[in-house]
């Protein structure tokens, strides 16, 4: 079982650019999330989709947009990248009644 | 105040301790996690608690609902140990999301 696929892995982006992080998980999850991680303050959560066709922001949604292609993928977009979005993300996924959380490797994007 | 806040921020032990991460939590929660994370690398569950005590090798988790409070204690600590730990809580709502605390940066030296 492969869990949880973030790509790319790592991405230099200049300021205004866009790009989009992709995430699959192949265990039949409903829920699916993704999250930033910067120093000292933890993780926070971007976009959540509870089940396929819905989604809902979370904590910091500003400069981002999420597509729930199916149930398999989730990704997160960022339609014109700024110098605040540098940080670590992470794509994770559960079953909301069985709430074992299963993260991705992490996205590390650097904005110049 | 975060919902969820962790002791210590850091820790260094020498090979062979005790160590113990503390986390306290201010909302409703359905479930608590403890998370590990590697430098350069992914995020990694450790266990999940609603209730009591969970052990699973070296590492041992306990959790008091009245208090708010959890522990994870990592008996015999080793280099490999190193990492960062995270807790984070699921609220009560149906969601399935997680509030996190800021980590404990932990590390063991030989």
């Known amino acids: 079982n492969a869990g949880v696929t973030q790509t790319p892995k790592f991405q230099v982006l200049k300021t205004g650019q866009s790009m989009t992080l992709q995430c699959a998980q192949d265990?039949?999850?409903?829920?699916m999330y993704w999250y930033r991680q910067d120093p000292g303050m933890g993780l926070r959560l971007i976009y959540y989709s509870a089940s396929e066709g819905t989604t809902d922001k979370g904590e910091v949604p500003n400069g981002y947009n999420v597509s729930r292609l199916n149930k398999r993928e989730f990704s997160l977009r960022l339609e014109s990248a700024a110098p605040s979005q540098t940080s670590v993300y992470f794509c994770?996924?559960?079953?909301?009644?069985?709430?074992?959380?299963?993260f991705g490797q992490g996205t590390r994007l650097t904005v110049v | 105040k975060n919902e969820v806040e962790q002791s210590p921020q850091n820790l260094t032990a020498q090979e062979g301790e005790f160590i113990t991460i503390n986390c306290s939590y201010s909302v409703g929660i359905s479930a608590l996690h403890w998370l590990q994370q590697h430098p350069g690398g992914g995020i990694v569950s450790l266990f999940m608690?609603?209730?009591g005590k969970k052990k699973h090798g070296r590492l041992i988790a306990t959790i008091n609902i009245q208090e708010k409070h959890s522990s994870l204690h990592i008996t015999a600590s080793h280099p490999r140990d190193s990492a960062v730990y995270i807790c984070?809580?699921?609220?009560?709502?149906?969601?399935?999301?997680?509030?996190f605390g800021q980590g404990t940066t932990l590390q063991v030296k030989p």
């Open positions: 984070a809580v699921r609220g009560s709502s149906n969601t399935g999301k997680l509030i």
């Open positions: 608690l609603s209730s």
């Open positions: 994770a996924s559960s079953m909301v009644l069985l709430p074992e959380a299963f």
């Open positions: 265990m039949n999850h409903n829920s």
